[in-house]
Protein backbone atom coordinates (compact mmCIF):
# COMPACT_ATOMS: atom_id res chain seq x y z
CA UNK A 1 0.00 0.00 0.00
CA UNK A 2 1.67 3.66 -1.17
CA UNK A 3 1.87 6.45 1.19
CA UNK A 4 -0.50 8.19 -0.74
CA UNK A 5 -3.39 5.57 -0.84
CA UNK A 6 -2.50 5.23 3.57
CA UNK A 7 -2.68 8.95 3.58
CA UNK A 8 -6.23 9.18 2.26
CA UNK A 9 -7.26 6.02 4.24
CA UNK A 10 -6.80 7.92 7.46
CA UNK A 11 -8.44 11.03 5.84
CA UNK A 12 -11.53 8.95 5.35
CA UNK A 13 -11.48 7.58 8.87
CA UNK A 14 -11.33 10.86 10.23
CA UNK A 15 -14.01 12.16 8.04
CA UNK A 16 -16.37 9.22 9.55
CA UNK A 17 -15.23 10.05 12.84
CA UNK A 18 -16.61 13.72 12.45
CA UNK A 19 -19.47 12.31 11.10
CA UNK A 20 -20.22 10.01 13.79
CA UNK A 21 -19.44 12.56 16.26
CA UNK A 22 -21.85 15.53 14.91
CA UNK A 23 -24.52 12.54 14.70
CA UNK A 24 -23.87 11.86 18.27
CA UNK A 25 -24.23 15.04 19.40
CA UNK A 26 -27.42 15.86 17.54
CA UNK A 27 -29.08 12.80 18.65
CA UNK A 28 -28.19 14.20 22.74
CA UNK A 29 -29.31 17.46 21.69
CA UNK A 30 -32.09 15.68 20.67
CA UNK A 31 -32.88 13.80 23.38
CA UNK A 32 -32.43 16.85 25.49
CA UNK A 33 -35.06 18.67 23.89
CA UNK A 34 -37.11 15.67 24.01
CA UNK A 35 -36.74 15.30 27.81
CA UNK A 36 -37.37 18.98 28.93
CA UNK A 37 -40.62 19.13 26.80
CA UNK A 38 -41.74 15.66 28.59
CA UNK A 39 -40.77 17.32 31.77
CA UNK A 40 -42.75 20.05 31.25
CA UNK A 41 -45.97 18.06 30.26
CA UNK A 42 -45.57 15.03 32.46
CA UNK A 43 -45.25 17.93 35.20
CA UNK A 44 -48.86 19.96 34.37
CA UNK A 45 -50.96 16.94 33.40
CA UNK A 46 -49.36 13.95 35.02
CA UNK A 47 -48.51 10.43 33.05
CA UNK A 48 -52.14 9.98 32.33
CA UNK A 49 -52.72 13.28 30.65
CA UNK A 50 -49.66 13.59 29.41
CA UNK A 51 -49.76 13.22 25.18
CA UNK A 52 -46.54 12.52 23.32
CA UNK A 53 -47.90 14.55 20.20
CA UNK A 54 -47.88 17.32 22.66
CA UNK A 55 -44.37 16.58 23.44
CA UNK A 56 -43.32 16.48 19.79
CA UNK A 57 -44.87 19.93 19.30
CA UNK A 58 -42.91 21.80 21.80
CA UNK A 59 -39.55 19.70 21.79
CA UNK A 60 -39.69 20.02 17.61
CA UNK A 61 -39.05 16.46 17.16
CA UNK A 62 -41.25 13.88 15.43
CA UNK A 63 -43.21 11.45 17.73
CA UNK A 64 -41.51 8.74 15.63
CA UNK A 65 -37.87 9.93 16.81
CA UNK A 66 -39.44 10.05 20.27
CA UNK A 67 -40.28 6.28 20.05
CA UNK A 68 -37.25 5.21 18.70
CA UNK A 69 -35.06 6.95 21.47
CA UNK A 70 -37.48 5.85 24.53
CA UNK A 71 -39.87 3.37 23.41
CA UNK A 72 -42.80 3.86 25.24
CA UNK A 73 -44.46 6.93 26.73
CA UNK A 74 -44.04 5.37 30.05
CA UNK A 75 -40.19 4.53 29.74
CA UNK A 76 -40.40 8.55 28.53
CA UNK A 77 -41.79 9.40 32.06
CA UNK A 78 -39.46 7.13 33.70
CA UNK A 79 -36.30 8.72 31.94
CA UNK A 80 -37.91 12.27 32.77
CA UNK A 81 -37.88 10.91 36.18
CA UNK A 82 -34.74 9.68 36.45
CA UNK A 83 -33.26 13.17 34.71
CA UNK A 84 -34.54 15.47 37.44
CA UNK A 85 -33.16 13.39 40.09
CA UNK A 86 -29.76 13.24 38.38
CA UNK A 87 -29.80 16.99 38.13
CA UNK A 88 -30.72 17.65 41.36
CA UNK A 89 -28.23 15.30 42.70
CA UNK A 90 -25.22 16.47 40.61
CA UNK A 91 -26.18 20.02 42.09
CA UNK A 92 -26.03 18.50 45.53
CA UNK A 93 -22.67 16.79 45.08
CA UNK A 94 -21.01 20.38 43.59
CA UNK A 95 -22.25 22.17 47.22
CA UNK A 96 -18.83 20.09 48.24
CA UNK A 97 -20.65 19.78 52.08
CA UNK A 98 -17.55 17.60 52.95
CA UNK A 99 -15.56 20.39 52.48
CA UNK A 100 -17.55 22.71 54.73
CA UNK A 101 -17.85 22.81 58.49
CA UNK A 102 -19.88 20.22 59.38
CA UNK A 103 -22.87 22.91 61.03
CA UNK A 104 -22.06 24.97 57.93
CA UNK A 105 -22.43 22.01 55.79
CA UNK A 106 -26.33 20.99 57.32
CA UNK A 107 -27.42 24.96 56.96
CA UNK A 108 -26.03 24.96 53.22
CA UNK A 109 -27.91 21.91 52.15
CA UNK A 110 -31.04 22.97 53.82
CA UNK A 111 -30.89 26.04 52.02
CA UNK A 112 -30.02 24.75 48.92
CA UNK A 113 -33.40 22.45 48.98
CA UNK A 114 -35.10 25.61 49.15
CA UNK A 115 -33.43 27.13 46.33
CA UNK A 116 -33.58 24.15 44.06
CA UNK A 117 -36.93 24.18 44.70
CA UNK A 118 -38.02 27.52 44.14
CA UNK A 119 -35.82 27.06 40.33
CA UNK A 120 -37.40 24.40 39.74
CA UNK A 121 -41.31 24.13 40.62
CA UNK A 122 -41.68 20.84 37.97
CA UNK A 123 -39.62 18.56 40.49
CA UNK A 124 -42.57 19.31 43.00
CA UNK A 125 -45.36 18.36 41.11
CA UNK A 126 -42.96 15.14 39.41
CA UNK A 127 -43.06 14.15 43.05
CA UNK A 128 -46.75 14.44 43.55
CA UNK A 129 -47.65 12.47 40.72
CA UNK A 130 -44.90 9.79 41.14
CA UNK A 131 -46.71 9.17 44.85
CA UNK A 132 -49.49 9.25 43.65
CA UNK A 133 -49.22 5.86 41.76
CA UNK A 134 -46.79 4.83 44.80
CA UNK A 135 -43.19 4.98 43.39
CA UNK A 136 -44.65 2.32 40.46
CA UNK A 137 -42.34 3.95 38.41
CA UNK A 138 -39.20 5.15 40.60
CA UNK A 139 -39.08 1.07 41.12
CA UNK A 140 -38.43 0.27 37.86
CA UNK A 141 -35.35 2.27 37.84
CA UNK A 142 -31.78 0.99 38.32
CA UNK A 143 -29.86 4.28 39.27
CA UNK A 144 -32.50 5.83 41.92
CA UNK A 145 -31.27 4.31 44.60
CA UNK A 146 -27.44 4.97 44.01
CA UNK A 147 -28.17 8.69 43.77
CA UNK A 148 -29.14 8.45 47.00
CA UNK A 149 -27.09 5.91 48.46
CA UNK A 150 -24.43 8.44 47.07
CA UNK A 151 -25.70 11.84 49.09
CA UNK A 152 -26.29 9.67 52.65
CA UNK A 153 -22.74 8.38 52.43
CA UNK A 154 -22.27 12.49 52.19
CA UNK A 155 -24.72 13.26 55.18
CA UNK A 156 -22.64 10.73 57.37
CA UNK A 157 -19.51 11.75 56.94
CA UNK A 158 -20.58 15.21 57.89
CA UNK A 159 -22.46 14.25 60.81
CA UNK A 160 -19.05 11.92 61.63
CA UNK A 161 -17.13 15.07 61.24
CA UNK A 162 -19.14 17.18 63.49
CA UNK A 163 -19.18 14.61 66.08
CA UNK A 164 -15.26 14.33 66.06
CA UNK A 165 -15.41 17.95 66.59
CA UNK A 166 -18.02 17.90 69.51
CA UNK A 167 -20.30 20.31 67.28
CA UNK A 168 -23.01 17.65 66.34
CA UNK A 169 -24.24 15.10 69.10
CA UNK A 170 -23.97 11.70 68.52
CA UNK A 171 -25.96 9.07 67.02
CA UNK A 172 -28.10 11.11 64.22
CA UNK A 173 -29.00 9.13 61.53
CA UNK A 174 -28.62 10.36 58.44
CA UNK A 175 -31.60 8.92 56.72
CA UNK A 176 -33.88 10.42 59.67
CA UNK A 177 -32.06 13.70 59.11
CA UNK A 178 -32.47 13.75 54.97
CA UNK A 179 -36.42 12.79 55.68
CA UNK A 180 -36.21 15.83 58.07
CA UNK A 181 -34.65 18.12 55.79
CA UNK A 182 -36.82 16.91 52.70
CA UNK A 183 -40.35 17.37 54.50
CA UNK A 184 -39.68 20.47 55.55
CA UNK A 185 -39.30 21.93 52.27
CA UNK A 186 -41.01 19.70 50.01
CA UNK A 187 -44.20 20.17 52.09
CA UNK A 188 -43.74 23.85 51.93
CA UNK A 189 -43.53 23.90 47.81
CA UNK A 190 -46.60 21.24 47.32
CA UNK A 191 -48.71 22.43 49.68
CA UNK A 192 -48.06 26.44 49.01
CA UNK A 193 -51.17 26.82 47.32
CA UNK A 194 -53.66 26.01 49.75
CA UNK A 195 -51.52 27.08 53.10
CA UNK A 196 -51.56 30.52 51.13
CA UNK A 197 -55.13 30.52 50.66
CA UNK A 198 -55.65 29.28 54.17
CA UNK A 199 -53.76 31.64 55.99
CA UNK A 200 -53.72 34.90 53.60
CA UNK A 201 -50.25 34.87 53.13
CA UNK A 202 -48.48 34.66 49.95
CA UNK A 203 -45.76 31.90 50.21
CA UNK A 204 -44.33 31.88 47.13
CA UNK A 205 -43.16 35.60 47.78
CA UNK A 206 -39.46 35.98 48.05
CA UNK A 207 -39.19 37.38 52.05
CA UNK A 208 -42.06 34.14 52.65
CA UNK A 209 -39.61 31.79 51.28
CA UNK A 210 -36.50 33.60 53.18
CA UNK A 211 -38.44 33.30 56.59
CA UNK A 212 -39.77 29.45 56.24
CA UNK A 213 -35.91 28.76 55.23
CA UNK A 214 -33.98 30.35 58.30
CA UNK A 215 -37.21 28.86 60.26
CA UNK A 216 -36.17 25.14 58.90
CA UNK A 217 -32.42 25.51 59.60
CA UNK A 218 -32.74 27.20 63.18
CA UNK A 219 -34.85 23.90 63.56
CA UNK A 220 -32.92 21.26 62.37
CA UNK A 221 -29.87 22.58 63.94
CA UNK A 222 -31.23 23.16 67.20
CA UNK A 223 -31.85 19.21 67.10
CA UNK A 224 -28.47 17.78 65.88
CA UNK A 225 -26.15 20.62 68.00
CA UNK A 226 -24.67 19.20 70.90
CA UNK A 227 -25.24 21.02 73.67
Known amino acids: ?92 RELNLTDLDPVDAIRRLIEFKFDYYTRNPAMIRLLAGENMQNANYLKRSSRLREMHISLIDVLQAVLTAGEKQKRIKPGVDPVQLYFTIASLNYFYFSNAATLSTVFGRNLARPEERKTRTAHAVDLVLSYIRRT
Do not use: C, H, P
Not at 31 to 37: C, S, V, Y
Not at 66 to 84: F, H, N
Open 1 to 92: MTKAMLKSGRKQQAASARVIDLRSRRSEQSQQQILAAAEAEFADKGLAGARVDAIAEASGINKQMIYYYYGSKDDLYLAVLERAYAAMRKEE
